[in-house]
């Protein structure tokens, strides 16, 4: 009965209850965020006045040594305007869409830049004290995602450049760092990134949710992932804590823990004291 009183004091509190108090993916995601942060940032330092060059570029197109990594968005737009194939390119691009593949959107919640400063505005606003559940005032149907993705697409092909190259906000944080280390100044797309955090006031993870478009491709391709947020009904009370701490806004415990808008970050696992839910490999 105590254990069940304390739930329930959490409830009353508006923050997320754990199972035994504990968070077990929350702080792993907090570390990885940091640690890929800590890279794009330091990496033009190391470039610049050390000379170490082993590692290179930031998350649109990124090597270490002889690997060259490439966002599968970033090689699509190559693909479609130069109409070739360069073969460098598709195998840089074929270890993020292998993980997409099996694992869904989780470059998005485990190693986007953006997400991390988005997780340190969280912790920010928490710490002035809106504890509660932020209240989503800027809604869009989900759907609008892949209308993003077709957009984008579209409009870099009618203008012949790779506009998400130039516009992406994951990529404009490295390219951003890069600029003030080599040339000492930033870019006026900087403004970008001020607008995606603005937005977090009306709503969590608004631009991530319905309006990036590399999201939308590793969504797409994780449509099929094998991990999946899947849900134990015979656990679940229906509290619907799972659903106020989505930062995609959907409802764990309908089921959408398995849909393409998921991205895998765990918060719903570490939010539920009954362990309704937890990370599953698909059947088929």
């Known amino acids: 009965m105590s254990n069940y009183t304390g739930v329930k004091e959490q409830e009353g509190r508006g923050e997320p209850a754990t199972s035994g108090g504990r ?6 995601r907090l570390g990885i965020l940091f640690g890929a942060f800590l890279l794009i940032l330091i990496n033009p330092f190391v470039n610049y006045f050390l000379h170490i060059n082993f590692i290179q570029g930031w998350y649109q197109s990124f090597s270490a040594g002889s690997l060259w990594f ?12 130069t109409k070739s194939v360069y073969m460098p390119s598709l195998i840089g691009m074929a270890i993020p ?32 004290g809106r504890r509660k559940f932020l ?10 995602l892949w209308f993003i993705l077709i957009a984008e697409l579209l409009s870099s092909l009618v203008l012949g450049m790779p506009l998400f190259v130039f516009l992406s906000p994951p990529g404009l944080i490295g390219r951003e760092i890069m600029m003030l280390v080599f040339f000492r100044t930033v870019a006026l797309e900087g403004a970008i990134l001020l607008l995606v955090v603005a937005l977090e006031l009306f709503t969590r993870r608004f631009y991530c949710r319905s309006f990036c478009p ?15 947020v899947q849900i134990d009904q015979a656990r679940c009370t229906a509290c619907g804590i799972c659903s106020k ?8 415990s309908e089921g959408e823990g398995a ?20 990370f599953g490999w698909r059947d088929n």
């Open 259 to 278: 849909s393409a808008y998921c991205w895998n970050c765990g918060e719903c696992l570490d939010s539920c004291h009954h362990q309704a839910l937890h």
């Open 135 to 144: 209240k989503n005032h800027l809604l869009v149907a989900k759907k609008v």
């Open 70 to 81: 490439v966002s599968p968005l970033e090689g699509l737009e190559s693909l479609l305007l």
């Open 97 to 128: 869409v292998l993980i997409a593949l099996f694992l869904g959107r989780v470059f998005c919640s485990w190693l986007c830049p953006v997400s991390f400063i988005l997780e340190i505005f969280d912790r920010i606003r928490k710490f002035f």
């Open 245 to 252: 701490v989505c930062p995609m806004g959907l409802v764990p």
């Open 214 to 228: 590399l999201g939308g491709l590793l969504a797409l391709l994780g449509r099929k992932r094998r991990l999946l």
């Open 23 to 28: 968070k077990l993916y929350t702080p792993w």
